[in-house]
């Protein structure tokens, strides 16, 4: 279909001595891990944006790709899309994910845009049974042209509100349309670049009845897939309203949203924010909002969101693990949010890009499995909370009271003392399983 | 009382060409700033524990203060306690805050430490009744006993939760009887140093728990005072779980608690968190959880928090316009939670800090009332929003529906222009009242 | 000549109750600060890049400016030559700053892309000629292109070198016929993405080459300018080269060439590199090499290049205060390298900007003069020191061995006392001044 | 000697399967790695400061450890030695690093204190040599006491830089006698908390002497140890001199030191810097100062020195593979300058923190030691930069003129096209020897 990847063979496993780049050295799909196959437990999907629509420009040059399907009619947009399914065959991946502007050339109307969509939508389904191949998730680009340069669902114009929702309807029928597992929302302008001209309460608002919207359009419609949001606290704005999962909760809980909408997390997006990775995914399977991964890399470095292909095995382990201990994906998985670096100009470059990254993924999400079916970890965590099982201290957790507590205290003339949290030894545990 | 501060005037206003350090060039206690003296918009507050109990040291180096009332004994306790009432004479501040460790030495047992307590309590309210000084805040200092490493509420250990309860109990007696405008829980510890050996679902339900108590308690004891809880994303802790206003309101609604609960906001921890000292504020004032302010200002260029004396009126004069814009403070202040440089050793030198910020942040509340009195950055804002107000804009916050939306485009063919946001021109109005 | 500005009137002093955006509150040019006139002490600048040829673009979306002059051709560079001449004219600053890209268009080869400049140079020499402005700096574009992904005198590639060297040329031909008063060399991606495809020395070897060939061509042609190296950290690069001043001198001494070779220091990039920005221009006056500044601020929330308008002056005064401690500029000059937030659509926007940014270094600008004619400040700088004037003291600065130093501590049994550092109170006299 | 570690055993290598916190799986003391014994290349040290000096504080608590040791006599002190030469038994570590304040009790006097120091001297002299442990290098503690809270050799009183001239001396012939492999400096508080009370050149002239001294005072006493500076940003310092090892260079230069110290890197160090631990070694090698390490991690999401040991085997693989490409150490070594978490209060926690850490070192040795035989990433790396090889390229490295260039790109119409730089290959390459 197309031949832009031309020589380079389709991607096999062939153990971990295989040295060349377009070998499997971890990722095996029909090795069982934790009672699934491989793929079923990582669910790979590739971007489309990243790997298809971005030129190679920042904010200091311009392109530096030049891909034959570049341009802005329906042709190129078709052979963007023979592309993408060849390089899907080509790393055996079982999923993709786009937005509606990565796949369709942006239309002189609104009209015009969304007869694009749809007749992309009908190539990539055309696609998707002749490969097999699924979508993991659709979502709108509500971002990138000027009519969004002060946010979608909460700008100042209502015009512009409902342009993004008429955007977002397109989108869901196309993911419903082509099956996808999953919608996803990223509100990348919704925030604000200086508080001055900012009415928060209102915008939040705004973001809320957008939610709302979007619920209750999926419920009409019938669409089965999750509906995600993806954190991330700033940038391309100051600050972005879906900072990271906790203030995401928040703003769910208000608009009573906590059981309709889980998450998107991003390890880029985690770093940006002050957290770990594992933090996130933590917080949202403790909050019952886990839903999906954008697996990438943030160089610690840097301040800014750079998008790498993740390479740090021991540091996907423990992002692994804590979606392991939330009983594996439902309907998400593992999209690679990752982008080539703007010099890697070579096919063979994303080709090569991704079967490295499936591979570090593959050797975490191992690790991550050996660590829970051994339970040494959860079982020194378990330990170190066991005083709580005891009926006094549950007792206190169920209605206790401060001056029981005082009351307790004087009479025992309690004096608690520290017990070493090993965290070392817990860390050296860990490296095992590695 | 104490000679701590001889040589050193009673402080006054002296107006902006003053040139001593001893003298206000901006804070006019009773000059009116929005329908009220100065000095109750303000409420100015001396924190204890930087001024008085912090002995200059830092993670490289010893103590360099060498105060005369450093040492364990009640005689030690009542001589702090002189020097502070003569501070706050000198100064001429209305109020101050404390920890129960800021103001008591610690006993062998618990019923010692909180008899020392009670003592210093009684010994607290001769000084205040014979100043009229008052109490803003107490506050129990669950985090430098050793007891505590694990945390407090959150640790793994019932026995220490009981502990701090019981101390929370003897604190809120305290300020209670000390007749505090408010009672407030900073959980220094209440975080994670590794998530390998930690519960985060177990340790927020403790925290849930223990914050249900003191609200009971407080209620049960006909505390009129307000709760405040006051948020820091990390430090000493990787990870604190009261990271900003955003992830403490949905902690507070997951316990309901959002009406029983406001925010404490110190300037330091909100740029840790990444965000504006105006952000943090005008968020809390949107969730109506706006209490009361830790004034400080964070050194940019460091990783930690620094505690330093605000300089900086423009930086001021932005948080005080979301506190204005909130109605100005009902039982909260502006504590001072800034601490003296370690080589600043010289009493002059404490005087003078404080003399300078309550400048600071007096030039900065009336620049800030000065604005919103003129109300034109109110007047822009509101036009930003202007299309709201239109019945079809409004439809669509209650009730609108995606696929209305979409029938509205495409049927109107709408394609929404983007418009400048100003935020230069907005800045430069901000200028012109400083 | 353009009418882009229509209606927007030229900028004067109307001093500080002035309300309009389009009059000076501080900026009075012919007002005298330590013995020049304001004009002649700021020496302001416009930047061509941020002004006239970015497009409002960010790494999440595409342009949101409308410029009647974006284009390819000769006629577009002739457009926005006459808006950018309009403007400086309505703000009435004496310089402006370019790089080779932002005035003239690319041609398809070296060849015309040469003489595209040379025409552009002969334009721009007429504008000059009847307006009177004057070019601050000139400087070659070497990192937008996508031939010098990899770098312009760093690269891996021997011919990316001769063609950035014949671009230089051209470049500094192009600003000395203008009669620049300096040209400045910004090494965008002379750095590294990742150090495992990257020879260090050999690239430093490169770039000191090219240094010694610019300064070898000043020589050559009789430039009279100076030569300023722009030291930035990072972005786009994960690490730059000329990370800070220290890092750039350590470069300048290695090749010998800190005689001859003076830094253009931003504030922005300063605060990239973890230091304020009066740090680095103190450390450049005490290393002789401060030349001049790009005038900026950046965002302290995020974590890449935010080039805003500068907006306050308690910050821009303590810079200005380390400039006039050197003396003040000599070829150097205030350069507004500040781009407009990309919401900013309209003209009045860019005037409205610029005319706030030129008060605010002005009121800085006046400021820092009166701290340093005061003197006070000084004094207890050179106080703090008063020890080292003892003859002794002196004497171990020269020659002293350590063995002596141990003789004389135990002989005497020295046991030296801390000073306070008085930091608080400094602050408070700065304030007195602002 | 001492029963500290009772019940713990000698730690020996068990290889990968051993599962006890007491074996080692990859450290394999007497194992050849590019010739030399494994523990010849690391040749680890246990820093004396972090293992046996510190309790346990932070800067919002106090100590957590309970140490029989802690104290203030000579017995203290030998029982701190008596249980340290323990660990290094246990460990099978080599070497060891001290700083003066870690092994003596502080005196009355400097006399006094010179007199401690001598004794434990002649006591760890014993314990070597019945151990066959050494030194891997000494240092003075010149940041820990009051007096030296305005800097050491930077201080603007010259009674404190004689005092820390004394202390050096001692500290120099200390090491010395102890046989030390090298002798480090590292100045803590050389660097300023304020600019406003700071004469940046004077102080810099200050360090420069002091350092003078240093080496002149090495020569003197024959000491053939290296004279390492350790390079930190900042910490507790607003601003350290010492920011990076390109600041460090400069300063070199600056003085004429360049060929007599070189550098002790900080993996924390660098990470403040905003640098990564490789891009610091592989800058101090092409420089010539790569001297030795303090091995440790800093948290990325904290924004302090957080010196915790390590736990990544990629990014310390990427750290050995820098040093090795150097040719591996010469007298420098690994020093874990890494300290327990404040939680870990057992005995046992010091073990197996170590032996973790030396575990992960040893396995990125070994990775680091395969990349480098292997061959391959340094041949693509060679090949990247092919071209210069070619005459016309040298020459035009050696005395090549801008005009040349010019000439060469018109007459020949060079147009030098984008090479991939490969950098997911590389990393894909690196993924393969972990």
């Avoid at 946010?151 to 993004?164: I, K, L, Q, R």
């Avoid at 993911?175 to 001209?197: D, I, M």
Wanted: aromatic share 12%.
């Amino acid at each position: 279909m197309s031949d832009f990847f031309a020589g380079i063979p389709a991607v096999t496993y062939e153990g971990p001595e295989a040295r060349s780049d377009f070998a499997f050295r971890h990722y095996n799909p029909d090795e069982m891990v934790m009672g699934k196959r491989m793929e079923d437990q990582l669910r790979f999907a590739v971007a489309w944006w990243h790997s298809f629509a971005w030129e190679g420009g920042d904010p200091f040059g311009g392109p530096t790709f030049q891909r034959p399907w570049f341009g802005d009619t329906l042709d190129h947009a078709r052979a963007k899309a023979d592309a993408a399914f060849e390089m899907f065959r080509i790393l055996n991946v079982p999923f993709y994910c786009f937005h509606d502007a990565d796949i369709r050339p942006e239309g002189a109307s609104f009209a015009e845009t969304t007869a694009n969509l749809e007749a992309m939508v009908d190539y990539l389904g055309q696609k998707q049974e002749a490969s097999g191949k699924r979508l993991l998730w659709g979502t709108a680009n509500l971002f990138s042209h000027r009519r969004y340069m002060a946010g979608a669902a909460t700008n100042p114009d209502p015009d512009v509100f409902a342009y993004a929702a008429a955007t977002i309807k397109t989108c869901m029928d196309a993911t419903h349309k082509l099956g996808g597992a999953n919608y996803v929302l990223w509100g990348g302008r919704e925030g604000y670049e200086t508080l001055l001209n900012t009415d928060l309460g209102r915008e939040r608002e705004q973001a809320g009845r957008m939610l709302q919207m979007v619920v209750d359009y999926k419920h009409k419609i019938g669409f089965e897939g999750t509906i995600l949001l993806e954190p991330k606290p700033q940038e391309p704005t100051k600050h972005q309203y879906d900072y990271d999962v906790a203030t995401v909760f928040s703003f769910l809980s208000e608009f009573g949203l906590q059981d309709e909408v889980k998450m998107n997390i991003e390890q880029g997006h985690a770093i940006l924010a002050g957290h770990s990775f594992e933090h996130e995914l933590a917080l949202a399977r403790e909050f019952g909002i886990l839903g999906s991964i954008d697996m990438n890399r943030n160089d610690y470095q840097s301040g800014w969101d750079t998008d790498q292909f993740p390479n740090n095995i021991p540091e996907v382990a423990l992002a692994y693990y804590e979606i392991l201990r939330a009983g594996g994906f439902d309907t998400g998985g593992t999209n690679f949010d990752s982008k080539l670096r703007r010099q890697s100009l070579d096919p063979a470059d994303l080709i090569a890009a991704h079967v490295a990254a499936m591979d570090v993924c593959a050797a975490g999400l191992k690790a991550a499995a050996r660590m829970l079916e051994d339970g040494e970890l959860e079982q020194r965590r378990e330990d170190r909370y066991a005083g709580w099982r005891a009926p006094s201290a549950e007792a206190m957790l169920n209605g206790g009271k401060l001056e029981d507590c005082f009351a307790h205290v004087m009479e025992t003339g309690l004096d608690p003392q520290p017990v070493s949290g090993g965290q070392e030894r817990l860390e050296a545990l860990v490296a095992r399983y590695l």
